[in-house]
């Protein structure tokens, strides 16, 4: 099991660990210039109920934090 796994499984909220399972994928998703198609469909696994449209709100969501914090920390 990894670290994220690991820290989703022991928060106890289904929100909070979808948040801390989405961390690294829009990282590589940053890094490699993938889509919220790609992102989705890595976390489909975590989430089988939701579709792409609800997702993407979610996915959008993270994506403006990570650009925060990066921002945050490199100005």
């Given at each position: 099991m990894n670290i994220v796994a690991l820290l989703a499984d022991l928060l106890g909220s289904r929100t909070l660990g979808l948040?801390?399972?989405?961390?690294p994928y829009i990282g590589k998703?940053?890094?490699?210039?993938k889509g919220d198609e790609w992102i989705y469909d890595k976390i489909k696994g975590y989430t089988p109920n939701?579709?792409?449209?609800?997702?993407?709100?979610?996915?959008?969501?993270?994506?403006?934090f990570t650009a925060a914090c990066y921002a945050f920390f490199h100005n």
């Open positions: 948040a801390i399972r989405l961390i998703a940053y890094d490699k210039a939701a579709t792409l449209d609800e997702m993407k709100e979610v996915i959008k969501t993270g994506r403006a």
